[in-house]
Each structure stands twice: as C-alpha cells, then as structure tokens.
C-alpha cells in the first residue's frame, strides 16, 4: 500500500520519541537571526536535521537545522533552529512537516518568530511586533489538496489563528516591564526578493504591518492540527515610498541579532506563565 503523509509523518515522530525521555507540549520555531533563544536552553537533547528520517534540510546561509529539546523558562519545549522557506525550493508540504510532526509529539502550543520589513509608520528598526493576525500572499496553501482528516479539517477556521489569550498575556509582559511591544498584521509572501517600494504600499494599503518570507504557512498548518499559535516578528528594516534603505540579508541579520534579547525575554516570561 502506498504510504501515506500521515504514515511518514508517524514514522518521523516515532524516531524522535525513540530519542528523548519527555514529550513536549511547547514548540519554537527561530526565525533568521533568532536563533539565540537557544543559548538560554538547558538543552537536553539535539537533534540534526539530516538524522531524522525524511526531515528537510535546511540549505540557506544564517540558518543553521537542529531540534532542540530542553527546558526554557522552567517548561520543556522543543525548538526548531532553522525552518525550511518556500523560497529555497521546498515544497509547501516540506515547509510545514516539521508542524505535523510536533503535533504527533503532542505539541498545543506553537510559538513562531520571523524577522520582517516593516510597512507601519510607527515601526522603528528592532521593533517587536506580536502578530495579531496575517494575509496569506503565498502562492499556494499548505492545505491544498486532498484532505486527510485524522490531521484537521477539510476547511479550517482562521479566525483566532494567533489565540488571543497568548496575545494578551505577552501584552501583561509587555506592560509591566515597559517593553515597546507592537501589534500587527503579518504578509506572508514567498521571496526571495524584498519588496519593491510600490509592494511595501500595497501591503500597508491591504492591511499589513510587516512583511517577510516564512511564518504563514506553518500558522496555517498549526491552526488545522487544533495547536494554539503565538506568532513575534521582530522588524529589521522598514518599507515604503519614503524609504531610501536599501535592505540586505546582512542587514536584516543584524537587526535581528540587536532585538533577539527583547524577543527572547518575551518568550521566556511567557513560557513562565503559560
Ligand atoms: N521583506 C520580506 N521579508 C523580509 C523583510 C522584508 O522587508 N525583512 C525581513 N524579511
């Protein structure tokens, strides 16, 4: 018999129990330039990617492709450091595996970061940006084609895909230790080029405050497997007809690396209280 998504995804899940002692409820997903986060983990175990049976590798400069397994704010989660983009090529079924595979592990809880351009006029440079809710631009849909209902539903809801009360709670955060903490709409478009500066406009336009390559696909994944999303973008350069900066990989990176520690201590807290 062929074997099916839901077959592979077992098998893969399988193997990674055979090589932890502790299933996590929790999962992270670093984006570009986040992936400091880890340095605060008492990591337990590690995982490359290249092990683990009919995982994607990651290929693109600045990620590196590790399941980490640990404690983080006193709770035991799993972190993926490097995620797979649909710019390099994968598939959006490749994009979103890892997703399936923590929710076989009996993951709930997604918690995703991205570096993105902001398009909001208030944004400034290494802004923290919760994202409240996103516009799919993705040419394709993770969930397109033949639905297999032992892993969601054939039509989805979306209306709370980033659940409010982790929402909430990264606002009490926010409040009590004075942290600049925005809100907004994250676009998801495939890449790899940055925008031009009229497709900054037209995102701001449609409704978005930040942009970037990643994010929405495995949002869409996690909201059809039932897990509860928190989604942080933190903003590495701005967008828009006013804007002369020309933004580079290397810049984004860095604008990363300055508002990780931010990034990092809102997860961390949250993780505390959760
Ligand atoms: N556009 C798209 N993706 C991004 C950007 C951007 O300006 N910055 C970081 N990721």
């Known amino acids: 018999m062929k074997q099916t998504m839901y077959d592979t995804i077992k098998e893969t899940a399988q193997f990674i129990r055979g090589q932890i002692d502790e299933l996590p409820k929790i999962a992270i997903i670093l984006g570009t330039g986040l992936g400091d986060l880890v340095s605060h983990m008492e990591i337990i175990r590690e995982l490359n990617y290249a092990d683990i049976p009919h995982f994607p590798v990651s290929t693109v400069e600045g990620h590196s492709g590790r399941l980490i397994f640990g404690t983080l704010g006193d709770k035991y989660v799993m972190a993926m450091q490097g995620r797979f983009h649909y710019y390099e090529g994968y598939d959006m079924k490749q994009v979103t595996f890892p997703v399936r595979v923590m929710k076989e592990l009996g993951v709930d809880t997604l918690f995703v970061s991205n570096a993105a351009g902001g398009m909001?006029?208030?944004?400034?440079?290494?802004?923290?940006?919760?994202?409240?809710?996103?516009?799919?631009?993705?040419?394709?849909?993770?969930?397109?084609?033949?639905?297999?209902?032992?892993?969601?539903?054939?039509f989805p809801a979306m209306?709370?895909?980033?659940?409010?009360?982790?929402?909430?709670?990264?606002?009490?955060?926010?409040?009590?230790?004075?942290?600049?903490?925005?809100?907004?709409?994250?676009?998801?478009?495939?890449?790899?080029?940055?925008?031009?500066?009229?497709?900054?406009?037209?995102?701001?336009?449609?409704?978005?405050?930040?942009?970037?390559?990643?994010?929405?696909?495995?949002?869409?994944?996690?909201?059809?497997?039932?897990?509860?999303?928190?989604?942080?973008?933190?903003?590495?350069?701005?967008?828009?007809?006013?804007?002369?900066?020309?933004?580079?990989?290397?810049?984004?990176?860095?604008?990363?690396?300055?508002?990780?520690?931010?990034?990092?201590?809102?997860?961390?807290?949250?993780?505390?209280?959760?």
């Open 120 to 154: 909001n006029k208030e944004f400034k440079v290494g802004d923290v940006m919760v994202i409240s809710d996103h516009i799919n631009l993705f040419p394709e849909n993770p969930l397109r084609g033949r639905n297999d209902e032992r892993m969601g539903p054939r």
């Open 159 to 274: 209306t709370e895909a980033y659940y409010p009360r982790l929402i909430s709670l990264a606002d009490t955060i926010a409040a009590e230790e004075g942290i600049r903490l925005m809100h907004g709409v994250y676009v998801g478009t495939a890449g790899p080029t940055f925008e031009t500066p009229a497709e900054y406009e037209y995102f701001r336009v449609i409704g978005g405050d930040a942009v970037g390559m990643s994010t929405v696909p495995e949002v869409i994944v996690a909201n059809h497997a039932g897990m509860k999303v928190f989604g942080v973008s933190v903003i590495t350069d701005l967008g828009g007809k006013d804007v002369k900066e020309v933004p580079t990989h290397e810049e984004v990176q860095k604008a990363a690396l300055k508002a990780q520690p931010v990034m990092t201590h809102l997860i961390k807290e949250m993780l505390k209280r959760i």
